[in-house]
C-alpha cells in the first residue's frame, strides 16, 4: 500500500494513527480514572484527514458530558501505528453511569539518550499525562483557571519532571 | 442461532446474527469511530451456548 501523507496533522507522518483517551475526574476525594468503556485507556481510530485533536474533542463530546479539558500529553509507537494519548479532564456529574477507579501512582518509563522504552504500560503513559496537566497547570493559564482546587491539590503530588527522562547507559 | 461477540475495550453483546452486527456496527461508530462490516463483526462473534 503506497504511502500517503495525511495533512493537517501536527507530525509528519505516513502511516496509521491512533488516538489513545485517559478520561480522568476528581470527585473531591481523588482522581478516578473513568470513560466510556470503563476505567481504561479508550481508543478511537482516526479518520485521516481529520486533526487528531479535532476527533478526539468530537467523539468525546459524544459521549459525555462535562468536558472541561482536551489535551495532547505524550506520543509512541505501539502495534504498528503512532498512539497519540490524550487526557480528558471531565467535571464529576460528567461521569454519569461510567464506571471508575482511583488513579494510582506509576513510574514512568524511561528512555535511553537514543532509544525509546522498551514497554511503557498504560498506567506509565497516565502518569506521565498526570504529570503533564500538573506542569500545564502551573504555566498554562486556561488549565490552571478551569482545573479545581480538589485537582490543584492532587496535583501537587504530581512533580513536573520533562528532564528526567533519559536513564544512564 | 445465538452469537457473543467482544470488543477488544471489553464491550459486549449477545444475540442473533443481525442483531450483534447492528449493535457492533452502532459501538463502533459511537465509541471508537470505526466503520465495522458485516463480515469483520461476525469475524470477531463466536457461538453463544445458552
Not at chain 1, 496509521?16 to 482522581?31: I, K, L, M, W
Not at chain 1, 456529574?93 to 525509546?116: D, H, K, N
Not at chain 2, 477488544?8 to 465509541?31: F, K
Request: aromatic share 6%.
Amino acid at each position: 500500500m503506497p504511502a500517503e501523507l495525511i495533512p493537517g496533522l501536527p507530525i509528519d507522518v505516513v502511516g496509521p494513527v491512533r488516538a489513545e483517551v485517559f478520561v480522568v475526574t476528581h470527585d473531591g476525594d481523588r482522581p478516578l480514572l473513568t470513560g466510556p468503556d470503563g476505567p481504561q485507556a479508550w481508543h478511537i481510530e482516526t479518520a485521516g484527514a481529520e486533526h487528531p485533536l479535532d476527533l478526539v474533542r468530537e467523539m468525546v463530546r459524544k459521549n459525555m458530558d462535562g468536558v472541561q479539558l482536551v489535551h495532547s500529553t505524550s506520543w509512541r509507537w505501539d502495534r504498528q501505528a503512532v498512539v497519540l494519548s490524550f487526557l480528558v479532564v471531565i467535571d464529576p456529574a460528567g461521569r454519569g453511569e461510567m464506571a471508575a477507579v482511583p488513579i494510582g501512582r506509576s513510574e514512568l518509563a524511561r528512555s535511553t539518550a537514543e532509544e525509546a522504552p522498551e514497554h511503557i504500560g498504560n498506567e506509565q503513559v497516565l502518569e506521565h499525562a498526570m504529570r503533564h496537566l500538573a506542569w500545564l497547570d502551573q504555566e498554562d493559564q486556561v488549565v490552571a483557571s478551569t482545573l479545581s482546587d480538589a485537582w490543584k491539590t492532587e496535583l501537587a503530588g504530581f512533580v513536573p519532571a520533562p528532564f528526567q527522562q533519559l536513564e544512564q547507559r | 442461532m445465538n452469537y457473543k461477540l467482544a470488543c477488544d475495550c471489553g464491550w459486549e453483546t449477545e444475540g442473533p446474527e443481525e442483531e450483534i452486527v447492528a449493535a457492533t456496527q452502532e459501538h463502533g461508530r459511537q465509541v471508537h469511530n470505526m466503520d465495522v462490516t458485516h463480515d469483520e463483526a461476525m469475524a470477531m462473534a463466536t457461538p453463544a451456548h445458552s
